[in-house]
Nanobody, 118 residues
Framework: QVQLVESGGDLVQPGGSLRLSCAAS????????MKWYRQRPGLEREFVAG????????NYAESVKGRFTISRDNRRKTLSLQMDNLKVDDTAVYYC???????????WGRGTQVTVSS
């Protein structure tokens, strides 16, 4: 059974940091491009960051560049998102997504809530 389970969401003050994790199981993790998405209140889900299967290349949405860092551990089958200098606008439910290389296969987690507020 395929599972992506996010964790690490919390309430944090502006300027603070959080580290999100996504634990994967039920599929061959190192064959999948991994991404983080988020859905802010009242808005559609949007791309946040992505990492290639070997972790060698990463890309980010402009709004989070320089503040967020994506990483993966293929041995432990985990995806992480280090979020620094958080802003109120970063408040969202954060989701991890797995995309199969050269296929239409994709998996989503159920999300973890991040709230940035003073």
């Amino acid at each position: 059974q395929v599972q992506l389970v996010e964790s690490g969401g919390d309430l944090v003050q502006p300027g603070g940091s959080l580290r999100l994790s996504c634990a994967a199981s039920g599929f061959t993790f190192h064959y999948y491009v991994m991404k983080w998405y988020r859905q802010r209140p009242g808005l559609e889900r949007e791309f946040v960051a992505g990492v290639t299967i070997d972790g060698g290349r990463k890309n980010y949405a402009e709004s989070v560049k320089g503040r967020f860092t994506i990483s993966r551990d293929n041995r432990r089958k985990t995806l992480s998102l280090q979020m620094d200098n958080l802003k109120v606008d970063d408040t969202a439910v954060y989701y991890c997504k797995a995309e199969g290389m050269g296929t239409d296969t994709e998996y989503w987690g159920r999300g973890t809530q991040v709230t940035v507020s003073s």
